[in-house]
T-cell receptor, first 113, second 113 residues
Framework: DTGVSQDPRHKITKRGQNVTFRCDPI?????LYWYRQTLGQGPEFLTY????????KSRLLSDRFSAERPKGSFSTLEIQRTEQGDSAMYLC???????????FGQGTRLTVV | AQKVTQAQTEISVVEKEDVTLDCVYE???????LFWYKQPPSGELVFLIR??????QNEISGRYSWNFQKSTSSFNFTITASQVVDSAVYFC??????????FGEGTQLTVNP
């Protein structure tokens, strides 16, 4: 396994469009996380899955955002009716235990024009 | 609430100089975990180290060393004999009872030849 994989790496979309990102975690990791990072800032937590269950969601995750992990493997993050403020890097991470290190993917950079 | 402060926004050094990146954290939990990550220009966060709150031993790994002091709530990171390849943004992060990592705002380190 080569690590956490995210697709696409870059996405440019028009305001109001819907976008979906995919994350494939390290195969033996049952914990998966989504973070958002804007320019010059540290990553901010969005949501967390243990297997297929979404156990925690940040207040940053407005009702336009939805995340799924249907079979406890890959995950998708969808943003509906995108706004310019959604422009950011969306990072996915996975880990094997709740207090161990999380391994991050290379991220999906979203630009809303 | 948890908070991580990295007061140094940017540091610039000349190759072979030693450099220390500061990290101060706030938490009311007695059990917590501290992390350092490196983010090179490619964007992927690379795990460097994890420490738990009960282990105040300092750690050295090659040119990297970490100084954990609970009395001052600090977890500083020193690079000895810096190299150009060390240029990156470095993030300190905190995890407590929940699943999320709380990141600082990062320190941009530039090592000039």
């Amino acid at each position: 396994d080569t690590g956490v994989s995210q697709d696409p790496r870059h996405k440019i979309t028009k305001r109001g469009q819907n976008v979906t990102f995919r994350c494939d975690p390290i195969s033996e990791h049952n914990r998966l996380y989504w973070y958002r990072q804007t320019l010059g800032q540290g990553p901010e937590f969005l949501t967390y899955f243990q297997n297929e269950a979404q156990l925690e969601k940040s207040r940053l995750l407005s009702d336009r955002f939805s995340a799924e992990r249907p079979k406890g493997s890959f995950s998708t993050l969808e943003i509906q009716r995108t706004e310019q403020g959604d422009s950011a890097m969306y990072l996915c991470a996975s880990s094997q235990d709740p207090v161990g290190e999380a391994f991050f993917g290379q991220g999906t950079r979203l630009t809303v024009v | 609430a948890q908070k991580v402060t990295q007061a140094q926004t940017e540091i610039s050094v000349v190759e072979k100089e030693d450099v220390t990146l500061d990290c101060v954290y706030e938490t009311r939990d007695t059990t917590y975990y501290l992390f350092w990550y490196k983010q090179p220009p490619s964007g992927e966060l690379v795990f460097l180290i994890r420490r738990n709150s009960f282990d105040e031993q300092n750690e050295i790994s090659g040119r990297y060393s970490w100084n954990f002091q609970k009395s001052t709530s600090s977890f500083n990171f020193t690079i000895t004999a810096s190299q150009v390849v060390d240029s990156a943004v470095y993030f300190c992060a905190l995890k407590t009872s929940g699943s999320r990592l709380t990141f600082g705002e990062g320190t941009q380190l530039t090592v000039n030849p």
